[in-house]
């Protein structure tokens, strides 16, 4: 930390003039990664009462610059995925960098991987629905139990053994408000300052963020189309001691990229011998398009090394928010007392519902339905697709997911792509959004077709091959080819 000075016969507030001069050092990234000293040590420093210095760390922490733990101390608060990328001159990409994603109105959406209401089951939860009020009545609005409603984490145990062989007893299941809500009460209970968690690179970046909050040192591996790059991984780990690894087996978020089944086995036996633990996100597993079935890490995990989170809201319904964690045993307490101090409980009257809508075989029907659909709009995709190879984009197909990983030549700058693509109401992701440092060839697209419809992924390819045919304004307002 620099000096800091104080003019105490200023008539502004010490506390104040002490507030803005950590701000700033903070904000100039000169304090990260830093423990603030302690109330005691500052104030004899500086020669000021204790209260001085508590307020000055109370309005540091109102503001978001710093986070106290409990008997330890107070620390700066980590710098923000969308903080340590530099070219934020455009609001939407300040929003895509914290996992939001504005889509401008008209435009063709090749951004979200959210379903089209047109998919929901309407028809069917409606029914569950329905079936649990006449069945329960006012009792459908209680709590449920802070792990979940047990019928439910009885049906979801049975949906695991029956869907992926994993087998996962109803007591080690924990339903959460969504895939995202998993994230947060794991680094709530797990994450301390300074641990060293391993990810992929590129990836999920709400999970970078929700890790990156609790003061965690996240390491990036780099990515490969049969999943993370090995050697790397086994460098890393002998180096950092990981507290955890944060994996996307199937359809990994957002290359799409799936794990051969050699290397599942070898992250799992990475795990059993350097004993970390592995969080498994899932969401698309089940979106397959051809013969070759994904199953999830999970169902080879005997040693209850993995930490499994499945959200149900890209191929079921957003708005629902369903989703569940299966927990190693010794971890079962800690979570869900994280669980507890963060909402009480999800929704009991919604959990009945997609209970009864799983023991119906609802879901089997709704899966099967959303996978030939997909399975069209990926075709047409990947067919569109092919006339951008002239312009050098090289992509991988998966057979599976809701999107596709474009690399881009090194004559395309992806973040001048996405602002043309705006321009003519077409919607995409640059691929900077996934990469968790900015010193990396990061420059991919993440087109996807979860939101649109088969004629405007046609429409939506053939703009991008209408502005990468034409020369396009730079900074400086010329025109420059894009290749």
Not at 138 to 143: R, V
Request: aromatic share 10%; hydrophobic share 35%; net charge negative.
């Amino acid at each position: 930390m620099k000096e800091l000075v104080l003019d105490k016969s200023s008539n502004e507030p010490l506390y104040i003039q002490l507030y803005k001069q950590i701000r700033d050092q903070i904000e100039k990234n000169e304090l990260l990664d830093e423990k603030l000293p302690s109330i005691r040590k500052l104030s004899k420093q500086l020669g000021v009462n204790n209260v001085t210095i508590i307020n000055t760390y109370k309005l540091l922490e109102q503001e978001g610059y710093v986070y106290s733990v409990e008997g330890s101390g107070t620390y700066v608060k980590k710098i923000s995925l969308s903080e340590e990328i530099t070219f934020l001159d455009d609001g939407d990409m300040d929003l895509m960098l914290s996992g939001i994603l504005p889509i401008h109105k008209d435009s063709i959406n090749f951004a979200s991987v959210s379903p089209t209401p047109d998919l929901f089951p309407i028809k069917e939860f409606k029914q569950a629905l329905i079936e649990v009020l006449d069945r329960d009545g006012g009792l459908a609005f209680l709590y449920p139990e802070i792990n979940g409603y047990e019928p439910l984490r009885e049906s979801i145990s049975k949906f695991l053994k029956l869907n992926y062989t994993i087998n996962a007893n109803m007591d080690q299941i924990l339903i959460t408000s969504g895939g995202q809500q998993g994230l947060d009460i794991i680094a709530k209970s797990m994450v301390n300052q300074g641990d060293v968690i391993i990810v992929e690179n590129p990836t999920y970046s709400a999970a970078y963020e929700a890790f990156k909050s609790r003061g965690a040192k996240i390491i990036g591996i780099p990515m490969e189309d049969d999943g993370i790059h090995m050697e790397t991984l086994k460098a890393t780990i002998k180096r950092h001691n990981p507290k955890f690894l944060y994996i996307m087996t199937n359809y990994q978020s957002p290359t799409t990229y799936s794990y051969s089944r050699e290397k599942k086995l070898e992250v799992l036996n990475l795990a059993k011998e350097n004993d970390f633990y592995i969080i498994e996100d899932d969401f698309l597993t089940d979106l397959y398009f051809d013969n070759d079935i994904k199953t999830p890490l999970k169902s080879l995990d005997e040693l209850d090394k993995v930490i499994f989170i499945k959200s149900f809201s890209k191929i079921f319904m957003p708005g629902v928010r369903i989703g569940f964690i299966t927990l190693p045993n010794r971890l079962l307490k800690g979570i869900i007392k994280a669980k507890h101090t963060t909402d009480i409980s999800s929704s009991g009257y919604l959990q009945r519902a997609f209970d009864l809508y799983l023991r119906k075989g609802y879901w089997k029907s709704h899966i099967a339905n959303i996978r030939n659909v997909y399975s069209d709009k990926y075709n047409i995709m990947i067919k569109e697709l092919s006339i951008l190879k002239k312009y050098g984009i090289e992509y991988t197909e998966p057979n599976g997911g809701l999107s596709i990983w474009l690399k881009l030549p090194d004559t395309i700058d992806s973040i001048q792509l996405y602002k043309e693509c705006l321009e003519n109401n077409l919607s995409l992701v640059p691929g900077k959004v996934f990469f968790i440092n900015n010193d990396i060839n990061a420059n991919f697209l993440r087109i996807s077709f979860g939101g649109v419809s088969n004629s405007q992924i046609i429409k939506g390819i053939g703009i991008l091959d209408n502005i990468l045919s034409k020369p396009f304004k730079n900074e400086n307002n010329e025109y420059m080819p894009f290749v």
